[in-house]
C-alpha cells in the first residue's frame, strides 16, 4: 500500500468505519476528537487518538490544526469522512500545499460542485437534464418572482452551498416567496456562511434516486448502481434503499450512464455521489452532487461487494480502480435505518442522554454502523444519528421482513429513537409495494400516531376482566 498513515478527520460512526478499513488495508490511524468527545469510540479503535480543543463543533472545522496535527504525527493523507470540513475546498486545498493526500476529489471540483448553481450550469453544459430554474445566484425578490412566474409554480428555493436538506423551502405563489425569500438567505447565512439562493421548479412528489460513482485518476470512471433515497421527513433522508425498487432495468442503465457523463465531466476523481430526482412521467433531473463519501454508502457495498472507502484510499493513492463497470454486478436489496436520538412520539425531539443498556441486532444479513456502547453518554453537540442499521436478502419482500425482526432484536435503552417510527414504515402497505415519493411521510400522518395500541392499563383491565370470567369470580 502507498499510504501509511491516516488522519480521521471525523467522528462517530464514520470515524469508525474510516479506521475499520484502515486497519483491513494495514494502514495506521489517528483520531482526532473535541473533549466532549473524551468517551466517543472512535478514540478507542484509533491507533493514536488526540484530543484538539474544547469547542464541541470548532475544533473539528480547524483546518490548520488539523493539517499541523496530520504532519507532526507523520501522516500521508486525511479522510475528511461526511459532514465537518468534507466538502470544504480550502481545506483541501491546504492539505495539498502541505504535502498531504486529501481523501476527495480535487478543491477545484469541490468547489465547483459544492455550488449548486455552478454544478447546475456544468450539468447543462455537459448535456444532463436539470430541473428549469434561475440561470445563477438571485440577486433580489424582485428577481425571484419574475423568474418564478416564467417557470411556473411551485417552486423551491435554495441555498447555493446547502446540505443535510437544510435551507430549503417550497414555495406555491408569489406570497409565499415573498415570505420565505428572507428568511432562507438568513438560514444559509448563519448555517453555511454565505447568503446566496437560486430558485428551481419544484417536482411534485418526486423519488430521490442518486447513483454511486467511483473514479481514479487514469481517466476510469464507473457506477455501483443507485439508491432510493424517497423515505424522508423535512427534506432529510431516514430510510435508503439499494437498488430502488421503482426502476426498471432500463431505468437503471440510463441513469448510471448519466451519473458516468456526469462525473466524467467535471474531471472527478474519487467516489461521489449524483443525486436525481424522478418524477411522475419517469423523467429524471440533476439535483446535487456531494463530493465525499456519504452516510448511505453502506447500502451500495452491501449489494455490491465493494468496500467503497478502501477503494477511496486506493484512489487517493494513485492507484488505478480495482474494478471495471463489467465486473461491477449487484445481488437483492439492502436497506439501511438512519437509528437517530429523537422521539418520533413527540415531534422527533432530540433525545440525548446516557445510554443504559446497548445490544446490536445480528444474524444473517444484517450490518450495524456505530459508535454507541453500553454506558455511552450520547453529548448534545452532533447530530442526532447515533447508528446505522443495514439489512439485506434476496428479495423486496424478505428485506422488509428482516427489517422488521433486525430493528426489534435491536435493544437500545436510555435514549429515545426512531426505531419505533421505522417499524411503523415497514408495516405500511404503500412502503411495502415499493411506490413511494418523498411526500411519503407527510401524507402518512398516522405514521406518528401511536395511539393505536392498548395503554397498559386498558389491557390490564380486559385481562382482569377474562380471568374473572374463567374463575367465575
Ligand atoms: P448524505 O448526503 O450522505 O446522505 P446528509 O445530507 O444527511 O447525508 O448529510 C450528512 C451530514 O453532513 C449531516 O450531519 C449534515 O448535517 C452534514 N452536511 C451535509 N452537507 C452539509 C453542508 N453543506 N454544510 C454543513 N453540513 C453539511
Ligand atoms: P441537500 O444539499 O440539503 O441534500 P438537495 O438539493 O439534495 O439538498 O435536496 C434535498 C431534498 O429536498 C431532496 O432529496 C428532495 O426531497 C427535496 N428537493 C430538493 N429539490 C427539489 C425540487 N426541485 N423539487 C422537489 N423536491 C426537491
Ligand atoms: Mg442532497
Not at 137 to 149: Q, T
Request: charged share 25%; with cysteine; net charge neutral.
Amino acid at each position: 500500500m502507498v499510504l501509511r498513515k491516516i488522519l480521521i478527520a471525523n467522528r462517530g460512526e464514520i470515524a469508525v468505519r474510516i479506521i475499520r478499513a484502515c486497519a483491513e488495508m494495514g494502514i495506521r490511524s489517528v483520531a482526532i476528537y473535541s473533549e466532549a468527545d473524551r468517551f466517543a469510540l472512535h478514540i478507542k479503535k484509533a491507533d493514536e487518538s488526540y484530543c484538539i480543543g474544547s469547542d464541541p463543533m470548532a475544533c473539528y472545522l480547524n483546518i490548520h490544526a488539523l493539517v499541523d496535527l496530520a504532519l507532526a504525527t507523520g501522516c500521508d493523507a486525511i479522510h475528511p469522512g461526511y459532514g465537518f470540513l468534507s466538502e470544504n475546498a480550502q481545506f483541501a486545498r491546504a492539505c495539498k500545499e502541505r504535502g498531504l493526500i486529501f481523501i476527495g476529489p480535487e478543491p477545484e471540483v469541490i468547489h465547483r460542485m459544492g455550488d449548486k448553481t455552478e454544478a447546475r450550469n456544468a450539468m447543462i453544459a455537459a448535456g444532463i437534464p436539470v430541473t428549469p430554474g434561475s440561470e445563477g445566484n438571485l440577486h433580489s425578490l424582485d428577481e425571484a418572482i419574475s423568474v418564478a412566474e416564467k417557470i411556473g409554480y411551485p417552486i423551491m428555493l435554495k441555498a447555493t452551498s446547502g446540505g443535510g436538506g437544510r435551507g430549503i423551502r417550497r414555495c406555491d405563489n408569489a406570497d409565499e416567496l415573498r415570505r420565505n425569500y428572507a428568511r432562507v438567505i438568513s438560514e444559509a447565512t448563519k448555517a453555511f456562511g454565505s447568503a446566496n439562493v437560486f430558485l428551481e421548479k419544484c417536482i411534485v412528489n418526486p423519488r430521490h434516486i442518486e447513483v454511486q460513482v467511483l473514479a481514479d485518476h487514469h481517466g476510469n470512471v464507473i457506477h455501483l448502481f443507485e439508491r432510493d433515497c424517497s423515505i424522508q421527513r423535512r427534506n432529510q433522508k431516514l430510510v435508503e434503499i439499494a437498488p430502488s425498487p421503482q426502476l426498471d432495468e432500463a431505468q437503471r442503465q440510463y441513469i448510471g450512464g448519466l451519473a458516468v457523463i456526469a462525473a466524467k465531466s467535471v474531471g472527478y476523481t474519487n467516489a461521489g455521489t449524483i443525486e436525481f430526482l424522478l418524477d411522475d412521467s419517469g423523467r429524471f433531473y440533476f439535483m446535487e452532487m456531494n463530493t465525499r463519501v456519504q452516510v448511505e454508502h453502506t447500502i451500495t457495498e452491501t449489494i455490491t461487494g465493494v468496500d467503497i472507502v478502501e477503494e477511496q484510499i486506493c484512489v487517493a493513492a494513485g492507484l488505478p480502480l480495482r474494478y471495471k463497470q463489467e465486473e461491477i454486478v449487484r445481488r437483492g436489496y439492502a436497506i439501511q435505518f438512519r437509528i437517530n436520538a429523537e422521539d418520533p412520539k413527540n415531534n422527533f425531539l432530540p433525545s440525548f442522554g446516557r445510554i443504559s443498556r446497548y445490544y446490536a441486532p445480528g444474524g444473517p444479513g444484517v450490518r450495524t454502523d456505530t459508535a454507541i456502547y453500553t454506558g455511552y453518554e450520547v453529548p448534545p453537540f452532533y447530530d442526532s444519528m447515533v447508528a446505522k442499521v443495514i439489512v439485506s436478502a434476496l428479495t423486496w419482500e424478505d428485506v422488509i421482513k428482516r427489517g422488521q425482526r433486525t430493528l426489534r432484536d435491536m435493544g437500545l435503552f436510555g435514549i429515545k429513537t426512531t426505531i419505533p417510527f421505522y417499524l411503523k414504515i415497514l408495516k405500511h402497505p404503500q412502503f411495502r409495494s415499493g411506490k413511494f415519493n418523498t411526500g411519503f411521510v407527510e401524507q402518512n400522518p398516522n405514521l406518528i400516531n401511536y395511539s393505536d395500541k392498548p395503554r397498559p392499563e386498558v389491557l390490564a383491565s380486559v385481562i382482569a376482566a377474562v380471568v374473572a370470567s374463567h374463575t367465575g369470580l
